[in-house]
């Protein structure tokens, strides 16, 4: 990000030759002399760019304790994909409160014909005020992936599609996000929380230790609680206040 003043300068000093100048110039300046308009579109700047994240970045290091949740998380759930969505909106609340916002569970949709969403629930940004304006609708996705493979990006567009004005979007994977998809969700700008394996066994495994509990436990917990949790009925009314 460092701007080479000394080509500036040399080209407003009449003593110094254009070929001189041009040596000081920018690869990319040097890069538009040479091609010409065709080249603008790959020398602009993209800020997206900078806010997207490897693969790398999203998945547990094999041989650590965040690997082992995450696989043992994945292989539990396998072939009960739908009660996935029970630790998926879990794991939601807990990054929300876990940053001071307050969210409040909805509820968890059927395995088959969910429409877009997996489960239901609130943010409250202002849980002190009288006004209930703060609230808003979360929907979130869940997806019980293969480690190895990148999500699908029609998953996420299909939760995107039934966000209403305010609402907000989360998708939880056992997977990752690839750049591409990434780079949608940032370009057009999305109200939806990615939240990769990686941060899925980060947030499982604070839980678990300062609980002092052992995961096959816990999610055999969480697991049964999913039928009673089941229910149909429009997003909109867990806003509605008791």
């Not at 305010?166 to 990752?176: I, Q």
Request: hydrophobic fraction near 35%; charged fraction near 25%; aromatic fraction near 10%.
């Amino acid at each position: 990000d460092n701007f080479p003043w000394r080509w500036i300068n040399s080209r407003r000093d009449p003593l110094v030759k254009s070929t001189e100048s041009f040596a000081l110039a920018p690869e990319s300046w040097k890069k538009w002399v040479r091609e010409g308009k065709e080249a603008v579109p790959n020398l602009r700047r993209n800020v997206i760019t900078r806010n997207v994240v490897t693969e790398a970045m999203q998945r547990p290091i094999k041989g650590t304790e965040d690997h082992e949740i995450l696989s043992a998380v994945y292989s539990y759930f396998s072939g009960q994909n739908h009660k996935f969505e029970v630790l998926a909106e879990w794991v939601t609340q807990q990054i929300f409160n876990d940053q001071g916002l307050r969210y409040s569970p909805g509820w968890v949709t059927k395995g088959s014909g969910d429409g877009g969403f997996d489960f239901v629930g609130s943010l409250d940004l202002d849980p002190q005020g009288i006004l209930k304006s703060g609230r808003q609708v979360i929907l979130g996705q869940a997806k019980c992936e293969k480690l190895g493979s990148p999500t699908n990006g029609l998953h996420i567009a299909r939760l995107v599609a039934r966000l209403q004005r305010g609402w907000v979007g989360v998708y939880v994977t056992t997977s990752y996000f690839s750049i591409p998809v990434q780079k949608e969700v940032l370009t057009d700008r999305y109200p939806v929380l990615l939240v990769d394996g990686a941060r899925l066994a980060a947030v499982i495994r604070k839980y678990l230790t300062n609980q002092g509990i052992e995961l096959e436990a816990w999610l055999n917990y969480l697991a049964s609680t999913y039928e009673k949790r089941i229910r149909f009925q429009d997003p909109e009314t867990v806003l509605d206040v008791s």
